[in-house]
């Protein structure tokens, strides 16, 4: 293969999730390796809306330790894996509202036990909002202490009385955010 195009390159790089960055590298690397790996040199075209962002210029010049480095800087600045745990609490009910306020109430209560410092903002719809005729709410907490963080979140959703229909599925370092 000499030819290849990337179109909408930056798709999957504006989602709502730490890894975006990192998935968005990842692909375009990964595609843009398929090409020119015989004997004729090979071309790739991307179509992007964000050609300056640091994921599409390291995939661009294949620089993976740079990309790894600026990566590294950016978690630790901003408290995530894996310099920090994360935790992240889906709330889910066939009724918008009740999952709404399920969600804020969880939050609330998460708050008085285990201070504001964890929960990083209020309660959002996920970013698939409504799946498998369920609205999903998110709750995001991050932590350095995750055993002692797990067991306060699991103490305050067993004293939690939730309507019939709601649930709440917690994740201890999430893949995706999803």
Do not use: W
């Not at 294949?62 to 609490?89: N, T, V």
């Not at 998460?110 to 996920?126: N, Q, R, V, Y």
């Amino acid at each position: 293969m000499t030819l290849v195009g990337i179109i909408n390159a930056d798709l999957s790089l504006h989602m709502p999730d730490f890894r975006a960055g990192e998935r968005t590298f990842q692909l375009l690397t990964q595609v843009a390796g398929r090409a020119g790996r015989g004997e004729t040199l090979g071309e790739v075209f991307v179509q992007t809306y964000t050609p300056f962002s640091p994921s599409i210029q390291f995939a661009r010049h294949h620089d993976f330790a740079g990309y790894f480095q600026q990566e590294l800087e950016f978690r630790e600045r901003c408290d995530f894996p894996p310099f920090k745990h994360a935790i992240l609490i889906t709330v889910r009910s066939a009724h918008e509202e009740r999952a709404r306020f399920s969600a804020e109430t969880l939050t609330r209560r998460l708050k008085e036990s285990l201070g504001a410092e964890f929960i990083l903002g209020d309660p959002t719809p996920a970013p698939l909002e409504k799946l498998q005729g369920q609205f999903r709410f998110h709750i995001l907490l991050r932590g350095e202490a995750i055993m002692r963080l797990s067991r306060r979140v699991r103490e305050t959703l067993d004293k939690l009385p939730f309507p019939e229909d709601v649930t709440a599925t917690v994740d201890v370092d999430p893949y995706q955010l999803l």
